[in-house]
């Protein structure tokens, strides 16, 4: 959907939820039912409180970007790929995650942007988590 | 236990060369290792432990104490990237301190320019649990200092302008650096027209890519007095590790807010105190941050420190990197950790170039980042005196 490379993510036993619901087109990420906090990235414990009682839950999606970079050419598959964005995405449960800005004129990007889950899969079941501005989605 | 004064550099060494295509990446830790002993005036039979880090080949220092003949009593393969050579130090002096060694033998060295491996880390993050979750966006080296760079920008003000300063005052240096990879001046126009790489660093933002390495000797108290070269004694030293935080990572800050005051409370100094410093410049940003988490500034204040030729030698108000630092000199296997030390220790015996050296150089500090501004890395910072 956006043109930019998929890759062959290593899925495991702590993370394969996650990848699943990318699939179905969610966002699931483990919550401690001890402390609360929403854990980035997936793992089988909480790495606040230290316990391992988590709960996949599915998250909004929405969130608003916290840094980018315009990447003027990129490295190995990426080398034809640019201009593209590189950001943070600061989610509305709170983590900050590393992901692309796709949708979206480079001018146009900002700091404080809000945006919106975009799941960017091929044919092959391959799926990132990627995001584009609300107003382009 | 305190390790200030109980260990000493008593050698430094930094390869000559910055292109070295015809030999492996053990041969020129050999080289930069008898180039360190012989600054000592000693030699590999007196080393009783070895410090190497992921630029090593093979089985770290196993591997190298066989291929350089050495007979060990203790070694340590710590690797935090290119702070790595500075906690070396630290470790070095701890050991010495609990009398597990005298002589301990640091080495870096990697031949990232002849072999086309260009900006990056030595790759040992295969199955890295994070992998999934970082490495599939394009996210080079400098797109990660970018959105740190970015990130203090919006919230700071800080402008492009400001980070060339640091490039140009770099560049002031290596103009007097025969061994310099890049001896011309610049200009900040010069920087802001260079190419940009990942908006909002240009091509001048970053360090060099460059072969070649560098060697430190830290020996006891007892091995320093005997030797008739001047040695440093390391005063205090500080170690942290900043990591993503369950996602909750703030870019505008490095480990060096807990680093620096742990080294300066051992040392019994202040940021005041210091004379020269040398901060890890994989890129621009890299300087401006770590300056204003040691203290020599308020935070996002860095922009206004740096100008008007704040860390221009020899009169600036923090000489740095006088050696030209990564950004002109030398960024050995993409880790240019020990040249910090190295520049460091050539302020202290005032024997820097006559145009950068800063006049009575007490004190000087050394810091180091390891890993990546944007995610996880490792701070380290030494500071080091004049013996007495």
Known sequence: MSFLPLADVEINNETQPFWDGLRNKTLLLPRCTSCTSVVWYPRAHCPVCFSTELKWEEMSGRGTIYSYSI????????????????????????????????????????????VTAVFDSGDDGRVLLRFTSVSAS | MSIRGRAFIAGAYEHPLRTIP??????????????????????????????CAGDAPGFGALSMAEYLGLQLTHIDNTETGGSSYLLHVQHAAEAIAAGHCHVALITLAGLPRSSGAGIGGAGRFGSAPEISFENFFGLSIVAGYAMAARRHMYEFGTTSAQLAEIKVAAASHAQHNPNAFLQNVVTVEEVLQSKMVADPLHMLDCCVVTDGGGALVVVSPEVAHKLSRQSVPVLGTGFA???VNNGRIDLTHTGAVVSGPRAFAEAGLTPSDIRYASIYDSFTITVLTTLEDLGFCEKGKGGEFVSNGGLQAPFGKLPFNTDG?????????????????????????????????????????AHGTGGNLATRMGSATLILGQEV
Not at chain 1, 79 to 103: D, F, M, Q, W
Not at chain 2, 332 to 361: D, M, W, Y
């Open chain 2, 241 to 243: 590790v900043k990591h």
């Open chain 2, 22 to 51: 015809n030999k492996t990446a053990q041969q020129v830790h050999g080289e930069v290792a008898a180039g360190a002993l012989a600054d000592a005036g000693l030699s590999f039979s007196d080393v009783d432990a070895y410090f």
């Open chain 2, 325 to 365: 630092g990564g950004l002109c000199n030398n960024h050995p296997s993409n880790r240019g950790g020990i040249t910090k030390v190295i520049e460091a220790v050539r302020q202290l015996r005032n024997e820097a170039h006559p145009a950068v050296q800063v006049p009575n150089c007490q004190f000087a500090l």
């Open chain 1, 71 to 114: 990447v003027a050419k990129g490295n190995g598959r990426w080398k034809e790929s640019g201009p593209y964005i590189v950001a943070y995405v600061e989610l509305a449960e709170g983590p900050r995650i590393l992901t692309n800005i796709v949708g979206v004129a480079p001018s146009e990007v900002h700091i404080d942007m809000p």
